[in-house]
């Protein structure tokens, strides 16, 4: 899935639709005026935007150089023996082969 931007000239075929209440309107009204947009370009470029950080906080994985190098000394290190997981893959699949 590729990132687009909130601008992009694609043609706009989805709808969302919401409900707010008088108060949060007024406000998003006011916001929208403030940027010199619609209330739609606002409203959907604000949300747009909060959900690419909302996706980016749990895709993306950040550690410390400390953590970093321990993170990749475990993925790097041989897995110990486990006989009773060998002993279970070299079963037949109940899933067929």
């Known amino acids: 899935m590729s990132a687009q931007s909130p601008f992009s000239n694609d043609v706009k075929s989805e ?13 998003i ?5 403030i940027k010199h947009t619609t209330i739609t370009e606002f409203v959907l470029n604000s949300a747009f935007e ?4 909302i996706v980016a906080n749990e895709t993306h994985l ?3 150089d400390e953590d970093w ?3 990749c000394d475990a ?6 023996d486990n006989p009773a997981l060998r002993k ?3 079963k037949r699949s109940v ?3």
Not at 16 to 27: F, T
Not at 75 to 80: A, E, I, S, V, Y
């Open 69 to 71: 190098k321990a993170f």
């Open 95 to 97: 899933f067929g082969d």
């Open 88 to 90: 279970l893959l070299e």
């Open 50 to 53: 909060a959900a690419n950080t």
């Open 29 to 33: 009204m006011k916001a929208a005026s």
């Open 15 to 27: 709808r969302l639709n919401l409900r707010a209440s008088a108060y949060q309107k007024k406000v």
């Open 75 to 80: 993925l790097d290190t041989p897995p110990k």
């Open 62 to 64: 950040s550690l410390s």
